[in-house]
């Protein structure tokens, strides 16, 4: 990887067929469940330093974040929609089912 072969040479093959190996065995051996939705919004909270005030806009009032975020309301599809447009959460991480 470190020489970076074209992709159309033989060590680009060679490393093509390597890396989709890697994938396969990863997959395999080491999968990685969906996150549940909830620490889902909340890891994108932190990684965007965001407040419960700049989920309004998604989830709706103040109250309602609060009630989605302690689990005492599931998402509606509305909310996945606009969770998913304005803060880039894959809807399928949204849509599995919480933990």
């Known amino acids: 990887m470190a020489l970076d072969p074209d992709l159309d040479s033989p060590e680009g093959d060679r490393l093509d067929v ?10 395999s ?3 990685i469940a969906a996150p549940d939705p909830i620490e889902a919004i909340k890891f ?3 990684q965007n330093d965001l407040q419960i005030k700049d ?4 989830i709706g009032q103040r109250n309602r974040v609060y009630e989605v ?9 509305p909310m996945i929609r606009r969770l998913h447009h304005g803060l ?3 809807s399928s991480a949204l849509i599995a089912e919480p933990a």
Request: net charge positive; aromatic share 6%.
């Open 88 to 90: 880039g959460i894959p």
């Open 55 to 58: 989920l309004e806009p998604m």
């Open 29 to 31: 051996h080491y999968p």
């Open 18 to 27: 390597l890396a989709t190996l890697v994938r396969a065995y990863e997959a």
């Open 69 to 77: 975020l302690s689990r005492k309301r599931n998402l509606t599809l």
């Open 44 to 46: 994108r909270m932190a």
